[in-house]
């Protein structure tokens, strides 16, 4: 329902939903956008969870600010101080974990490509050099 606005003026996820705009003069038409789907589709939204005109806040664990959008840095921190991976259970933890990171790291997927190898149904799992140096 909001294909045509998204990563635009709007970032959803299930339930959630940030109304954002490039300059603060848009951001009323932005809103009024929104309204209009939101109307369009019968959909309604709880007042008590809404919160108009604030400069950053929380949204599906990031910090959405008027620059941008950040990466808290507990979740950082919590995934360089992982341990290596000693299982494929643990390296599918880590890779979530990442998966976490994968709008702010280009080329996460390469990068990571020592660890899909491991993956792969019936490889045996053996952390080597390489994967030590893409951890």
């Given at each position: 329902?909001?294909?045509d606005m998204?990563?635009?003026?709007v970032?959803?996820?299930?339930?959630?939903?940030?109304?954002k705009?490039?300059k603060?003069?848009?951001?009323?038409?932005?809103?009024?956008?929104?309204?209009?789907?939101?109307r369009?589709?019968?959909?309604?939204?709880?007042?008590?969870k809404?919160?108009?005109?604030?400069?950053?806040?929380?949204?599906?664990?990031?910090?959405?600010?008027?620059?941008?959008?950040?990466?808290?840095?507990a979740?950082?921190?919590?995934?360089t101080?992982?341990p290596?991976?000693?299982?494929?259970?643990?390296?599918?933890?880590?890779q979530?974990?990442?998966?976490?990171?994968r709008?702010?790291?280009?080329?996460l997927?390469?990068?990571?490509?020592?660890?899909?190898?491991?993956m792969?149904?019936?490889?045996?799992?053996q952390?080597?050099?390489?994967?030590?140096?893409?951890?």
């Amino acid at each position: 329902m909001f294909d045509d606005m998204l990563h635009k003026n709007v970032e959803y996820y299930v339930d959630d939903l940030v109304v954002k705009s490039h300059k603060k003069a848009n951001h009323p038409q932005d809103l009024r956008m929104v309204f209009e789907r939101l109307r369009q589709y019968q959909l309604q939204m709880n007042p008590l969870k809404c919160a108009f005109g604030v400069a950053s806040g929380k949204f599906l664990g990031f910090v959405v600010r008027r620059h941008g959008i950040e990466i808290k840095q507990a979740k950082i921190d919590a995934i360089t101080a992982l341990p290596e991976p000693r299982n494929i259970h643990e390296l599918k933890s880590l890779q979530e974990n990442l998966a976490y990171l994968r709008r702010y790291i280009s080329n996460l997927a390469g990068k990571c490509e020592p660890f899909s190898k491991l993956m792969k149904k019936g490889t045996p799992f053996q952390w080597d050099a390489e994967c030590s140096t893409t951890f």
